[in-house]
């Protein structure tokens, strides 16, 4: 039976260094090829970056990467904060990005399956914007069942890399983005790793790039402005979603494994049997800063992490043989 690798991005802003040196023993050294990705968040751009066989682009860029070339504005202007005063739903504009999204992502050149997960605002739901390779075409799934929209590659390349710019939109922080009648954001809102987007396209093996510890920082005492107040308040928000995904994952894998040691198939909410999968996550051993530091010494340290926490998990890998939990 052949062997059907999906990977699962999670979000974490500037934390998404610790990817790039995951990624740099996964892709390079062990030349692990994967048939579907999906991601959320910075998670969304590492995604689409590999499918385009572009992971050399994505970690010189990731490198290169300073505050000024992602967002621009100040939490302490008075213009700004005037305009907050006045409505303004968000602090920083994300126009840099935008761009280089528009320059380094092209879906038309996906040589696999990508999902991308983002909410909509409006409705509360999380779509998910899946390109068909085989197909060459995108469906916009919401809320994993009811099929939004199907549109030609044509079609959609500005629509999907709209998708890419929202699942990357953290609420307050950067705008909402504007499609038709839905006003979408990052997709860590509803789930900050895309395992369940993933998982019901029954791969055989799941790696799972994490870019955070499950321990949230100690951060230093003090006054904290609107900013950091929100920032910390999501960061903890989405650190106990990312503990409930993977322990609800693992919790399934596992007894489904050894219902089906016992003959027993476990079936889903939707009637379809439960699969057993390898599974491999990578995750950051210690704390990986803040959100937004984009500093060269703050990344430096994420890049190694990611590279040694990468190579433990190979290791492992290749002592078990057939690896994975």
Same mark, same amino acid.
């Given at each position: ?10 979000? =974490? %802003? ?6 790039? =040196?995951? #990624? ?66 968000? *602090? ?15 879906? !038309? ?22 390109? &068909? ?7 916009? *799934?919401?809320? %994993?069942?009811?099929?939004? /929209? ?10 999907? !890399? ?29 789930? *900050? ?32 402005? *609107?900013?950091?107040?929100?920032? !910390?308040?999501?960061?903890? #928000? ?21 219902? =089906? ?16 999968? !390898? ?17 060269? /010494?703050?990344?430096?340290? &994420? ?14 890998? &290749? /002592?078990?043989?057939?690896? =994975?939990?």
């Amino acid at each position: 039976m052949p062997v059907k690798r999906a990977a699962a991005f999670s979000g =974490g %802003g500037a934390k998404g260094m610790v990817q790039v =040196g995951n #990624l740099e023993v996964v892709l390079q050294e062990h030349n692990v090829q994967f048939d579907i990705v999906g991601g959320i968040s910075v998670g969304a751009l590492a995604a689409a970056m590999v499918a385009q066989n572009k992971f050399n682009r994505y970690k010189d860029l990731f490198f290169s990467l300073r505050e000024h070339d992602i967002f621009t504005g100040s939490m302490t202007s008075p213009v700004n904060l005037m305009r907050i005063a006045f409505g303004r739903n968000h *602090i920083y504009n994300n126009s840099p990005l935008w761009e280089l999204i528009q320059q380094e992502i092209d879906p !038309r050149e996906f040589a696999i399956d990508v999902k991308i997960g983002v909410v909509d605002l409006i409705s509360g739901k999380f779509l998910s914007y899946d390109y &068909r390779h085989e197909k060459r075409e995108v469906e916009v *799934i919401v809320d %994993g069942s009811e099929v939004l /929209r199907v549109a030609s590659v044509d079609d959609f390349v500005n629509a999907y !890399r709209l998708a890419v710019l929202a699942s990357t939109a953290i609420p307050v922080t950067f705008p909402p983005v504007e499609m038709g009648e839905n006003l979408l954001v990052d997709g860590g809102v509803h789930m *900050i790793s895309p395992l369940g987007n993933l998982i019901d396209e029954e791969p055989t093996e799941v790696y799972v790039f994490n870019c955070e510890s499950q321990h949230p920082q100690t951060i230093s005492p003090g006054k904290k402005n *609107i900013l950091q107040v929100g920032s !910390r308040s999501l960061e903890l #928000l989405l650190n106990r979603i990312v503990i409930s995904d993977i322990r609800e994952f693992k919790r399934i894998n596992k007894n489904v494994k050894e219902a =089906g040691n016992a003959g027993v198939i476990l079936h889903n909410e939707k009637g379809k049997p439960y699969k057993h999968y !390898r599974s491999f996550l990578f995750e950051p051993a210690i704390e990986m800063g803040d959100t937004l530091d984009f500093s060269e /010494r703050t990344q430096q340290m &994420r890049y190694d992490h990611g590279i040694e926490i990468a190579k433990e998990v190979m290791k492992k890998k &290749r /002592r078990s043989g057939r690896g =994975g939990k």
